[in-house]
């Protein structure tokens, strides 16, 4: 089991299988949302993860068109899940969020062509995509 907690403690997910996928993506959304330079994210069997506490829920319109629904800490604004309306059985957790440090390394790195210069993801085999 991984445990992902926002900043206050009081939201959380709860993930009984291992990733799926861990990704990075370059996105301005994703920079505007983490507040970095990036976001890393696991993604999880949707059937496998469990949110608990009480979230907000902020939707928006991805470039592709598909629609993101994160839910988020309404005391601290910590983000601790989303979905991707054309991914439907998959939930992305920040990596940040858990609270042990072993997940593996991203394999998917997207919106490079938005990546800070002195950025660089690397290890395993990551697929790098504009």
């Not at 990596?95 to 062509?113: H, K, M, N, Q, T």
């Amino acid at each position: 089991m991984r445990v992902a907690t926002c900043r206050c403690g009081r939201l959380r997910a709860e993930c009984a299988d291992d990733p799926v996928r861990v990704s990075v993506c370059h996105c301005l959304e994703c920079q505007r949302r983490t507040g970095s330079a990036f976001s890393a994210q696991a993604r999880f069997a949707a059937a496998s993860v469990s949110v608990s506490g009480k979230f907000r829920m902020f939707t928006r319109k991805a470039d592709s068109g598909s629609t993101l629904s994160y839910q988020f800490c309404p005391n601290c604004g910590s983000t601790i899940a989303y979905q991707i309306d054309s991914f439907p059985d998959v939930v992305a957790v920040p990596i940040g969020a858990f609270e042990e440090a072993e997940l593996p390394d991203p394999v998917y790195s997207v919106y490079e062509r938005r990546k800070w210069p002195w950025a660089s993801i690397v290890g395993g085999e990551v697929e790098h995509h504009d």
